[in-house]
């Protein structure tokens, strides 16, 4: 909502201020927005490696990840996320993706719930790359058109629509 200039009761210069400081507030927003949830990210990677260093060692099954989720539920109880299936997640994300692609890659930028879907989804780790790059890419460009000071650019003329490949398992597309 931008200020009308000619409320008398307002300096001039106001509304200017008002749209600097609510761009400010937004981008701040979503930096800790991305913060927080790359600090998750990097969690729930954490637990997710530790619970499969265990199963390979140790030879752990599915009973002790059920615990573990009861254990940790009961511990953080304010804190969602640490169910059963959720740890098993983890783990699959721990052996899906090394510990830097959490804040470097694409994976590391997406949402939790579009991690787990990219982990349900596909097999293939050629094509889960290319999914999160994809999904981060889609996420950025509507996170900045969202700010506040955006201007949207003219529509690119093209005679034909862009395709999109995802990889092929051999890599061609």
Do not use: C
Not at 40 to 66: C, F, N, S
Not at 119 to 125: C, E, H
């Amino acid at each position: 909502m931008r200020v009308s200039g000619s409320d008398p009761a307002l300096p001039p210069g106001y509304p200017e201020l008002l749209d600097e400081l609510k761009a400010a507030v937004a981008t701040a927003r979503l930096r800790a927005h991305r913060t927080v949830n790359t600090e998750l990210l990097a969690l729930y990677w954490q637990i997710g490696h530790k619970i499969l260093e265990r199963q390979q060692a140790e030879g752990w099954g599915t009973r002790v990840v059920d615990r573990l989720a009861v254990d940790l539920r009961a511990a953080f109880p304010q804190m969602r996320g640490l169910s059963r299936s959720n740890l098993k997640y983890m783990r699959q994300m721990a052996g899906a993706w090394p510990r830097n692609a959490i804040g470097q890659q694409p994976v590391g930028q997406l949402p939790w719930g579009h991690v787990t879907v990219l982990l349900d989804k596909l097999n293939a780790q050629a094509e889960r790359d290319w999914y999160a790059a994809s999904a981060a890419e889609v996420r950025l460009v509507a996170q900045r058109a969202a700010q506040p000071d955006h201007e949207p650019a003219a529509p690119a003329r093209r005679r034909r629509p862009v395709e999109l490949h995802r990889p092929t398992p051999t890599g061609r597309q």
